[in-house]
Structures are given as structure tokens and as C-alpha cells.
């Protein structure tokens, strides 16, 4: 068996096991801090601080989440403390990588570490956390014995409040609480944001016409938050805000079926941010709401994935759709233009793969290529393909012509406030 990507880029350490272990997790960095010495731990943030001049100012960490562990714990019993230090140095080996020497990091626990960023640069902080995290997340699956897609790796970049003592960054717990408390502030932000915007938010249903049958057979739910994105403030650091904003959109679902009664036979489309699904503790909060809603939803809504990257190995994708698969008819992925990859999706219950085409105007000979090439990509994985968000005659009749299976948009009909029933195009 060739050796992984992972093993090729880990210097090769001569001497017997004990030996190893001890090169690597005392002496392979300076910047890593070793919480079984009290003594040196203190001493070693104590000097962090003071060389970065962070006592006065906002000290900046980076938290790397490495997600999915239950999953492979349980797939491997007791073969997994060999499986989980081959991650563990991977996972060091690439934060040696993307730091400095002013930075330092700590493995909290199996899953999370800690990066303490020197300058306070928030914006490299972020963009480091990210490499790190992505770095560590395309890897995992060439550690040896590792079952592709069981784990992935998200970060996530914290401003700790200045006037925490340094005092209670001096132990390892206490920095490990220092850091989940300013996680926790910032969910409750967006959570109090969200709050606040709740009462001004309006879900609206596109009909979704199929080409081939030519009627209307589903609609598809959106939101439109106007505030927030005037305040400028269009990212969500922890998830929360897209978490509440995907529960609100699925209670509003299951209330526009009730009122719907069972007459009308019509698919709705909802979606859902890929991050819901994937973080812990927002997935426990989405399922919350999945049970909440009626016994119908399990045969007339259709979940659709959206923020799913290329990378997300299928895998780990099953796993996460698997969780709320008996509530739902079955699933939709957005997909880009270039999406020419359907084996990703066999065996996940999807029904459709949709594109957002609200860019194209007057389709180019380039725009009316990607179209057709997506098309026939869903045509080979079996799938439905959707056309969202054409505007203009001219970008619904190149969809039509690219053989899309649904089109929904301006040009095909306005959006409605209530899902309605299935009905004939003339």
C-alpha cells in the first residue's frame, strides 16, 4: 500500500516507539504548549503574552474544531488511541505549517485545539485557521485505517475579551474556558440578532415549473433578510444565525402545509446552511425542529443542502444526512455550474441537484456551456436538475434548452405567499 499524503509529509523519525513519541509531542515545536507541566505551561503563556503585548489589548485565538469523531470511535473500538495519535500529529504538523513563531497552540481535547495568534491580527487569524482547517480536513482521509468522510474539520476565529485576567489563561483549563466563553458570546450575538430581525422576516415560495410535464409540481421556499445585509454584516462567525434562520424557515414550512391541507399535492423545497447539519450542537438544535413539524413533511418536503462544498467527502455526507432522513422525502444539493461530479451523491436519497442561474441575463456561449454540461452530469447521476433564479426569457428558454428539469425564476412565474397545489402550464 503506497504511503499517504500524510506520511509523506511528516520527516521520518528513527529509533524505537517511546522515543518517537517523546521527539514529537515534547520537543517537535516551541509553540506548542505542553499541559502536563503546570509550571511550563504558565511560564510559556506568561512569556506569550507579554512578547505580543496582549495584557491591554483583545487576544485573538483561533479554535479548530475537528468534527465527526464519535463516528469513527465507534467504527473502530479499541483500535482507536492508535488511530486518534496519527491524526493528532497530522493535525500539528500542519498548524507548524500555517503559524509563526509568535504563535502558540494547545490540544485541548481530541477534537478541539486552541491557536493563540501573536499581533492580535484578527484577519490572518482567520485566514490561517482556515488553511489550517482545510488543510487538516482534505488529509484526514489518508491517515491509514481512517474510513473516508467520518471526519472534518471547521475553524473558527474568537476576540477574547481584554479584561480577562491573564491569570485565567495560565492553565490549561483555564484558557480552554476563556476560549468556549467568548465562543458563547458570540452565538448569543447572533442569536440576539437574529431575535431582533425575527418579526421582519418573510418567507416567499417560487412555483418551480417541470419542463417535461409541463405543470407545476413544486415550490421552493426563500427568505429575505434586508436589515441584515444592510448592516453590512453578512457572515455568521458561529453558525448560529444561518442555525436559526434554517429552524425558522422549517417551522414556516410545516405551518404552510397545514394550511395547505392534504389536497394539494405539491413538493416544498426548503433549505438548510450545510454547517447546521455538520456542527454538533446546531444539528440538535435543527432536529429539534424537524420533530416538530407534521407527519406530511416525510412525503412533501424536499431538504435542500446548501453551502455544501466540493470536498465534503460522500461518506461523512451520508452519515450527516442520515440523521434527518425519516423526516424529510428527500434531499437537494446546490451545486455550482462546474459541478460535474454526481458518484458523490449515489446512495443519499438525493432527488435533485439545483444551480443558481440568477446571474445570467442573456446567457453567453460560456454560461449556456457550463449549463449543459451541468444538466448532463445530473442526467448521468439519475438525478433531477434545477434551474433557479432566471430573470429573463432568454435564461429560462437556454435552461429549457439545456434540458433542465425544473426552472423557477421571474420568467417563469412570481413568487407566492402560501405553497399552492400542483396545476397545468398552458
Known amino acids: ?25 515534547d520537543s517537535y515545536s516551541k509553540q506548542k504548549l505542553d499541559p502536563s507541566d503546570p509550571t511550563a505551561f504558565r511560564n510559556s503563556l506568561l512569556d506569550f503574552v507579554r512578547s ?8 485573538v485565538a483561533g479554535n479548530v474544531q475537528m468534527l465527526g469523531f464519535s463516528e469513527v470511535r465507534k467504527t473502530f473500538g479499541e483500535r482507536w488511541p492508535s488511530i486518534k495519535g496519527k491524526i493528532l500529529l497530522l493535525a500539528e504538523t500542519v498548524i507548524k505549517k500555517h503559524t509563526g513563531p509568535a504563535d502558540a497552540f494547545l490540544m485541548v481535547n481530541e477534537e478541539q485545539i486552541v491557536i493563540l495568534f501573536g499581533g492580535g491580527d484578527k484577519e490572518r487569524a482567520t485566514k490561517s485557521s482556515e488553511k489550517i482547517a482545510r488543510e487538516i480536513n482534505d488529509k484526514l482521509s489518508g491517515v491509514s485505517g481512517i474510513k473516508e468522510g467520518l471526519v472534518t474539520c471547521r475553524a473558527l476565529v474568537l476576540e477574547l475579551d481584554p479584561k480577562t485576567p491573564v491569570e485565567a489563561l495560565t492553565t490549561p483549563d483555564g484558557l480552554s474556558q476563556t476560549v468556549d466563553a467568548a465562543q458563547k458570546k458570540e452565538e448569543d450575538v447572533e442569536r440576539q440578532h437574529f431575535e431582533a430581525l425575527q418579526s421582519e422576516l418573510r418567507v416567499s415560495y417560487w412555483p418551480m415549473a417541470n419542463i417535461r410535464k409541463k405543470l407545476i409540481s413544486a415550490y421552493s421556499a426563500s427568505v429575505i433578510l434586508p436589515v441584515w445585509k444592510a448592516s453590512g454584516e453578512e457572515q455568521t462567525h458561529t453558525g448560529v444565525f444561518n442555525c436559526e434562520l434554517d429552524c425558522f424557515m422549517l417551522r414556516q414550512a410545516g405551518e404552510a402545509l397545514l394550511r395547505a391541507g392534504r389536497q394539494r399535492r405539491a413538493l416544498l423545497i426548503v433549505p438548510v446552511h450545510f454547517d447546521t447539519l455538520a456542527t454538533k450542537p446546531l444539528r440538535q438544535q435543527f432536529i429539534a425542529a424537524c420533530q416538530l413539524l407534521p407527519r406530511l413533511s416525510s412525503k412533501r418536503i424536499l431538504l435542500e443542502i446548501v453551502d455544501l462544498a466540493e470536498g465534503v467527502p460522500q461518506g461523512r455526507l451520508h452519515t450527516l444526512l442520515s440523521f434527518v432522513g425519516p423526516f424529510f422525502a428527500g434531499f437537494v444539493a446546490r451545486q455550482p455550474f462546474s459541478f460535474r461530479n454526481p458518484e458523490r451523491f449515489v446512495g443519499l436519497k438525493m432527488m435533485a441537484i439545483a444551480a443558481d442561474g440568477s446571474h445570467v441575463g442573456t446567457p ?63
Open 364 to 426: 453567453a456561449r460560456e454560461d449556456v456551456e457550463r449549463m449543459l454540461g451541468f444538466a448532463k452530469a445530473c442526467g448521468k447521476a439519475r438525478v433531477r436538475s434545477i434551474f433557479y433564479g432566471a430573470a429573463t426569457f432568454e435564461a429560462a428558454t437556454a435552461a429549457r434548452r439545456a434540458n433542465y428539469d425544473y426552472l423557477q425564476g421571474a420568467a417563469v412565474a412570481p413568487a407566492v405567499t402560501d405553497p399552492g397545489r400542483v396545476f397545468l402550464l398552458k
Open 52 to 59: 505580543n503585548k496582549l495584557v491591554a489589548e483583545a487576544l
Open 1 to 25: 500500500m503506497p504511503k499517504s499524503e500524510f506520511y509523506q509529509t511528516v520527516p521520518e523519525v528513527t529509533g524505537d516507539q517511546s522515543a518517537r513519541k517523546q521527539s514529537f509531542y
